[in-house]
């Protein structure tokens, strides 16, 4: 069985960040992170990096999970 890393907790964080993010943009043209982030442009660009980047982890998870 293949045992979840912090690594791989952190990723689903991540994305359920973005998600939440995505939901409020759609329902209520409100971005999240831009509000929290928004002074400071490089850090909003690294949020959106770093939630990539957990996507793509995920999509390695599932594929372990699948191999097992």
């Known amino acids: 069985m293949y045992k979840v890393s912090l690594l791989d907790k952190l990723s689903f964080l991540l994305v359920i960040i973005g998600a939440l993010n995505w939901g409020l943009i759609g329902l209520f043209n409100f971005n999240l ?14 949020v959106y990096i770093l939630v990539g980047l957990a996507g793509v982890n995920l999509i390695r998870f599932l594929y372990c999970l699948k191999k097992k």
Request: proline fraction near 7%; charge should be positive; charged fraction near 5%.
């Open 33 to 46: 992170v831009h509000t929290l982030f928004g002074f400071i442009p490089l850090l909003t660009r690294v």
